[in-house]
C-alpha cells in the first residue's frame, strides 16, 4: 500500500504588489481589495482555498497593505450594529467568510524582490510542510475550485505541482511555461519550466496559472537563488532547480475553468461582468442594464 502524502494544511498568499496598474484607486487601498462584484479579489481567493481544506492562511504583506490584515478580523462595531438592527443574514454571511482564531498569519516582505523571494518571506511560518500558494491577481473560476483539483491529484502523485492552462503563443513570454508528457491529459508530469520565455522559444503554450502546491526544499532553494528575468528572484527558477537538480517531482494540473487576471484592467472588469451575470440576486437586472447599454453604442 502506498503512503498517501502529507496533508496540505497552509497556504502562502503573496500581497506585497504596489499595484500600479490601478492608479489612482490603489493608492491608499491594496490592488488585493479592490471588489470584484461584492468581495474584494484576495476574499474570491481565499473562498477558493478554503474550500480546498486550507486551515490556514500565511499573507506576505508590505507597507500600506494594514486593511487586509483588519479585513480578515472580526469588526466589532459592525457586528453589534448589525446584530441590534436584527441582521442576522449579514452577520452570518460576514462570519463564515472568516478564517478561525489563529487560522491567519502575517509577515511582510520587506524589498519588492520578486515573486520568489516574497515565498521565501514565509518558511519560517510554514516550517517542514507542503503548502499551497496562490497568486490573488488570479481569480480561477471553474466547477471545480482549482485548489481542490490539485490536491485531489496531488494525494495520487505526491511531490510538487502547478496549475497550467493554454494561452495563445504570442503571450506566453508574459507568463512561466511549462512542457510536459502529455499535454492533453488533466495530470502531466512537467519536462521543463522556463520564466517568461523569449518570443518563440517556449516548449509549450501551457503557462503557470497562479496555483501551486509545494514541498519544503523550495525554500532552502530560494534562499540562494539569482535573479531572474525581470531583474528578480523568480519563483519559477527555483521550482525548475527543484525538479531537475534535487529530482523532485513535478506535475502539470490543466484548470479547465476561466481565468480572470484581476492584476490588468481588462481582466479585473471582466471578472466583475463576468461574476454579476452569474448572481442569482442581481443577474437578470444587470443583464437587462448592459444590454440597454451595448444597444446604444
Ligand atoms: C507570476 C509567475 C509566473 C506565472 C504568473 C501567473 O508572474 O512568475 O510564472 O505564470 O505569475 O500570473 P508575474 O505575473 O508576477 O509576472
Redesign the pocket.
Known sequence: MTRSPKPIRKAVLPVA?LGTRFLPATKAVPKEMLTVVDRPVLQHVVDEARAAGIEHFVFVTGRNKGVIEDHFDNQFELEATLSSRGKKKELEALERDLPGAGQTSFTRQQAPL???HAVWCAREIIGNEPFALL?P??IHHGTEPCLAEMIAAYNETGGNL?AVAPVPEDQTH????VGVQDAAAKVSQITSMV??PKQGTAPSNL????RYILQPEIFGLLENQTHG??G?I???DSMLRLMADASQPFHAVRFDGTIY?C?SKLGFLTANVALALEREDLGADFRREITQLLAKK
Open positions: 504588489g520578486g515573486l520568489g497568486l491577481d488570479m502547478v508574459q507568463y512561466g511555461i520564466e517568461k503557462h503557470i496559472t497562479g528575468a525581470g528578480e523568480q519563483l519559477t487576471d492584476g
